[in-house]
């Protein structure tokens, strides 16, 4: 199931990986900056406006070593969705999937399909906003 699942978001997971490795290097050459031009008040507002978490993956660090943990973190991601799914539909009785697609829509994709006699309603989507720092999708599954 977990395989199907991972199809029917593939063109998503790609998605997803550029965009937190596009954050990751544009948050990387505005701390360099930040640095290199003596500019600390803009390195004192970037602690503080960007999370601990990309803080700690960005700064000190080179960019092979943050594409990695990038790499990992948006992994864990999708292992993490994909299970949220399979335990959604477990939880349902459903056991078995078979190929599905998710069409996009004009903030992330969307699919509804039937499995036996129940209707499973798939919806992600990106966000970002004002206290969200970078953009990251969210995936929500309804089975009916």
Avoid at 18 to 32: F, G, P, R, T
Avoid at 44 to 66: C, E, F, H, P, T
């Amino acid at each position: 199931m977990e395989t199907v699942i991972n199809q029917a978001f593939e063109q998503i997971n790609k998605e997803l990986r550029a965009a937190e490795h596009k954050y990751s290097q544009d948050l990387y050459e505005k701390i360099w900056a930040s640095i290199k031009n003596k500019d600390y008040d803009q390195f004192k507002y970037l602690q503080r406006a960007v999370s601990g978490s990309w803080w700690m993956v960005v700064y000190g660090r080179d960019l092979n070593d943050i594409a990695e943990i990038v790499d990992r973190n948006v992994d864990r991601k999708i292992e993490k969705r994909t299970a949220r799914i399979v335990k959604a539909l477990n939880k349902k009785g459903i056991n078995e999937l078979k190929p599905f697609t998710l069409e996009h829509n004009g903030n992330g994709y969307n699919g509804t399909f039937k499995v036996g006699e129940h209707t499973v309603i798939i919806n992600t989507r990106w966000v970002a906003g004002y206290d969200i720092v970078c953009l990251h999708e969210r995936t929500n599954i309804r089975v009916k």
